[in-house]
């Protein structure tokens, strides 16, 4: 048997695959990717020569496509990360969100049908299709609101949270009108290996490696909750394995904290790492113009994949910054790597007007 995981070459779904082959019984992986700007097959380095990883260069979107890896791959389970994920680039051009994560989503769904209808018995019965979505299509919690349980209502406030809450909604409907075998998984902002530096953990170390500006947006007091990238890959295959049909799980880590923070960890742990002799990275933080429409509060209860499947994350939050930063000082070749000229590009365009 096999599994077909979309974006496998993005931050999440490389470390999935890179988990997932670390078992030597695992499954082999059919690795469907548009290598956007956000994929990278150098993420996936150490499995080159490994048959049980097939990386195809393609768009969810190709329906044909599509069909025909499932036609001749046959998996037991599609695991969809394919999206494109970043918010400050859905403000500035929302179009490819609604292509990718909305029409996307429905034509791997179809896809999905189409395939699953043609499988009898056990394999019918063990087929799943397990979507990957995000908190923030719940919207912004106050500060003494209770964090966000799998029941509170979808206010997505982004064009990007839009058009993963549109998707979420479609994997809901094609289980309930066609009886699709779906598990839906939502899950917080993760951090950690291979995480592309236009997010805000990657941005501020390379930054701060390069004495460059820290931009922290508005008063740095917005709240993410926040989790080690392998403990979210460790929640979804515990999903995959035991998670009831139709059913959706937040996936987090109990760990609040204020943006302002984030950016202070990450700077007291390179001056005791890699001291700059000009002072303390402190002196990099810049306050710059707000996102617009920036929700304050995100957090998770997760109480429900704890309660049924027993999962929780191995990392703390103090373990996994430590790591997380120690991976970029160790892996300065992929950071220039990534740093191209569209990245370049990217950066000019967002924060040169702010
Ligand atoms: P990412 O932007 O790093 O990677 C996305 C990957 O999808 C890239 O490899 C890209 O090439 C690929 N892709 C984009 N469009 C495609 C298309 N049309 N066809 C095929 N491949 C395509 O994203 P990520 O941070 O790894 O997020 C993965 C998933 O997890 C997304 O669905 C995202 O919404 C969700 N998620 C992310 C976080 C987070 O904190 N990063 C938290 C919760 C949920
Ligand atoms: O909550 C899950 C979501 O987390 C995922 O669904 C998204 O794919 C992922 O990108 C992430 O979204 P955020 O918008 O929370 O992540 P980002 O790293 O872009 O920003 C985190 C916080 O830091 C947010 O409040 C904005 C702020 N920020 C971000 C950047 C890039 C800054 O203050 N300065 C910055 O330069």
């Not at 179009?95 to 019918?124: D, H």
């Not at 930054?207 to 460059?212: P, Q, R, T, V």
Request: overall charge negative.
């Amino acid at each position: 048997m096999t599994i077909l995981v979309t974006g496998g070459a993005g931050f999440i779904g490389s470390n999935f695959v890179l988990d997932w082959l670390a078992d030597p019984a695992a499954e082999p992986v059919v690795n469907l990717d548009a290598l956007t700007y956000a994929g990278n097959r150098a993420n996936l380095a150490s499995l080159d020569g490994d048959a049980r990883h097939h990386f195809v260069h393609g768009d969810i979107g190709d329906r044909a496509l599509v069909d025909q890896l499932l036609a001749s791959h046959r998996p037991r389970a599609i695991v969809h990360f394919a999206a494109e994920s970043h918010v400050d680039r859905s403000i500035h051009g929302p179009g490819a969100f609604m292509k990718t994560n909305v029409e996307g989503t429905f034509t791997l769904l179809e896809a999905a049908r189409a395939y699953w209808g043609t499988l009898e018995g056990e394999a019918k019965a063990a087929f799943r299709f397990h979507h990957v979505s995000t908190d923030e299509v719940y919207g912004s919690l106050k500060p003494s609101d209770p964090p966000f349980a799998e029941t509170h209502p979808y206010e997505p406030n982004s064009p990007y949270s839009a058009s993963k809450a549109a998707s979420d909604h479609l994997v809901r409907a094609w289980h309930h009108t066609y009886g699709l075998p779906v598990l839906t998984t939502n899950c917080s902002n993760n951090y950690g290996p291979y995480h592309f530096p236009e997010k805000l953990i990657p941005l501020m170390i390379v930054n701060a490696l390069a004495g460059k500006p820290l931009p922290v947006y508005g008063d740095g007091q917005q709240i993410r909750d926040w989790l080690y990238v392998k403990d979210h890959c460790s929640g979804i295959r515990a999903v995959l394995a035991g998670g009831r049909l139709g059913e959706t799980y937040n996936i987090g880590g109990w760990n609040e904290k204020a943006n302002l923070d984030i950016v202070q960890t990450v700077c007291a742990l390179l001056d005791e790492l890699r001291p700059d002799p000009a002072g303390p990275y402190s002196r990099l933080i810049t306050y710059v113009t707000d996102r617009p429409g920036h929700d304050r509060r995100y957090a998770i209860d997760a109480r429900k994949i704890e309660r049924e499947l027993g999962w929780r994350p191995a990392e703390t939050f103090e373990t996994g910054i430590r790591k997380t930063v120690q991976w970029y000082l160790d892996h300065p070749d992929w950071v220039a790597d990534v740093q191209s000229g569209a990245y370049q590009a990217w950066v000019g365009t967002h924060y040169g007007a702010r």
